[in-house]
């Protein structure tokens, strides 16, 4: 009997190496183990969040269709993330690959180590606009407010650039 399927949407993030191919092996890599790639926005070029002495970040919005648990999805993104080189020394530092889990349907998770929807997602355009691409209307089910209108109330002053539809594509 096949398990039921969840929509979760993940936000991709790469400062460090070549960016673009990151996240395309993240996809990948997310594809082979979390579930299904349903959708995904362009690629959006983010000055650093937090910690500003870094290099830009790229970011991308996917939704993929998973079998998986929250923890389990948490799992299975923590081993892609040090697969592909992810060390976690410092808050905030650069990085090849993140990948954060921003909604599991209208599941409302909170345990150590994993809280959804993601907290601060009301403060960072470099997901909010992303995930407006491929949500605008999804409705937060804390906020009750839609992707957009939370983007609107956003005080996040970053600009978030949308890359070429071909870099996109990789």
């Not at 096949?2 to 990948?28: I, K, M």
């Not at 605008?136 to 970053?158: C, F, G, K, N, V």
Request: aromatic fraction near 8%; proline fraction near 6%; charge should be negative.
């Amino acid at each position: 009997m096949a398990r039921n399927t969840f929509p979760a949407y993940l936000l991709l993030g790469s400062n460090l190496g070549d960016r673009g191919a990151q996240l395309a092996a993240a996809r990948r890599l997310l594809e082979q183990r979390a579930g299904r790639l349903v959708r995904r926005s362009h690629l959006y070029e983010t000055e650093p969040w937090g910690k500003t002495d870094q290099p830009a970040f790229l970011n991308q919005a996917v939704l993929v269709e998973t079998p998986l648990s929250p923890k389990e999805l948490m799992a299975a993104i923590l081993q892609i993330e040090r697969e592909l080189g992810r060390e976690r020394d410092e808050k905030w530092e650069a990085r090849q690959i993140d990948v954060d889990i921003l909604f599991y349907g209208d599941r409302l998770v909170q345990e150590e180590g994993l809280v959804i929807p993601h907290p601060r997602l009301p403060e960072r355009n470099f997901a909010l606009v992303p995930l407006m691409e491929i949500a605008a209307e999804m409705i937060h089910p804390q906020l009750q407010l839609t992707i957009e209108e939370i983007y609107w109330d956003s005080r996040d002053p970053l600009e978030v650039v949308r890359l070429d539809e071909e870099f996109s594509n990789d």
